[in-house]
């Protein structure tokens, strides 16, 4: 009989469609549980199963009765669903505490803290208190970063206590309503991706950040892999993450960690208990050809992965970052940058008409440049020449909007 594995997800993007493909090659029945079930496209012939992710225990007796094998989940609030449903199916997955403390940020801090982790110090503070009093807590420099938000989306560096209340004042009026303050903690910015059975890290990639992430806003953009540094920084990377993953208590699935450091060692910033997102997951293609979502997919429904590695080529990602506010409208010089050595494919995401928010108060890239090659600095070449010869034609929201021929 066929393996049955649960999928947890918000939006039918690439990840599902790989994840279907993958399924389709294993003989693996998915079942897509997803809160956009109204609007989407049935991608293996058989109705997904509406749920909300805000309402646990509702989705829970949706879900109930069902016989699977298995749970996976892209997306971090998918992810907590998916903790939960695993518990009542009695499947391996990471528990459903260990998947809250992951979106809470304040929590997380306290875990990392109490296990003897590096983090910076850190304050919670109400979006409807008086900014002034808490500048005058705060540690400099120091970063505001929005609990009910995600990524990038509202984190702002702020230097002194003028740039404090500013920064406060710009978050509250994205309607948040709590925010976090930390330390800025200096150094390189990593990513860890692996997978977690019994307890145990398995590390597939470490991503180097090679542009300087220090503010005021902190856009990613760059995403290269192998990492170039020395043995001894990438094991402090494997460590530190292990240890936190130990300290949130996740136990079974996919595990993506973000660092950084510096002379002092690793720092620990965050870790979630699912794979890597979006698009971005492209960048981690494993022995092969398999991609990293196949990998997920035989882990969930209990299949060995411990001989799963990269399949030796370097590669990565550029996330193309939005460089002003406006109506998107066109790109231009797409072949000159497709032509580039060692570029293997370019998605640019935005469609003519849409309204371009960039950060900190957007969420969204214009699009995404993949690269592979021999070496880590050819990758990052090849994705920085690429990114050169784009030109995105951006309208002032008030201009009127003409779609090009």
Request: proline residues 6%; aromatic residues 6%; negative net charge.
């Amino acid at each position: 009989m066929a393996k049955h594995l649960l999928l947890f997800a918000a939006t039918t993007g690439y990840q599902i469609r790989v994840f279907a493909a993958a399924a389709r090659r294993l003989g693996v029945d998915v079942t897509l549980a997803t809160d956009r079930c109204h609007i989407m496209e049935d991608p293996w012939g058989d109705r997904a199963i509406a749920v909300k992710f805000d309402r646990i225990a509702e989705s829970l007796d949706t879900l109930r009765g069902l016989q699977v094998d298995g749970v996976a989940a892209v997306g971090d609030r998918p992810a907590l669903l998916a903790a939960e449903a695993a518990a009542m199916f009695g499947v391996p997955f990471h528990s459903p505490a260990a998947a809250r403390a992951c979106i809470d940020k304040n929590l997380s801090r306290q875990l990392f803290q109490a296990a003897g982790l590096r983090v910076p110090s850190f304050l919670r503070a109400a979006l409807d208190s008086d900014p002034a009093e808490i500048a005058a807590r705060a540690p400099y420099p120091c970063v505001l970063k929005p609990l009910g938000l995600s990524a990038s989306r509202g984190v702002i560096r702020a230097d002194d206590p003028a740039a404090f209340v500013a920064a406060f004042r710009r978050i509250a009026r994205m309607g948040e309503r709590e925010l976090q303050v930390e330390s800025y903690i200096p150094g390189r910015e990593f990513a860890v991706e692996g997978v977690i059975t019994a307890g145990k890290l398995q590390v597939i990639a470490i991503f180097d950040k090679p542009d300087p992430l220090d503010g005021p806003f902190f856009e990613e953009t760059l995403y290269i892999t192998p990492s170039r540094e020395p043995e001894e920084v990438r094991q402090a990377l494997i460590d530190t993450t292990a240890r936190a993953a130990e300290a949130i208590g996740l136990r079974h699935g996919p595990v993506h960690a973000e660092l950084r450091y510096n002379a002092d060692g690793a720092w620990i910033l965050e870790v979630h208990a699912r794979p890597i997102g979006g698009l971005c997951a492209r960048a981690v293609r494993l022995a092969d050809g398999i991609p990293l979502e196949e990998m997920i997919l035989v882990h969930a429904v209990g299949g060995d992965v411990r001989m799963a590695a990269l399949d030796g080529e370097a590669s990565g990602v550029m996330m193309i970052p939005i460089p002003k506010g406006g109506v998107f409208q066109s790109v231009d010089g797409m072949e000159r940058a497709l032509a580039i050595p060692g570029i293997e494919d370019i998605e640019i995401t935005a469609v003519a008409g849409q309204l371009l928010v960039p950060l900190p108060e957007g969420a969204s890239y214009l699009g995404f440049i993949f690269a592979r090659g021999e070496r880590p600095e050819d990758v990052e070449q090849a994705l920085r020449r690429s990114h050169a010869e784009l030109t995105f034609q951006i309208a002032t929201a008030l201009e009127t909007f003409r779609p090009s021929s």
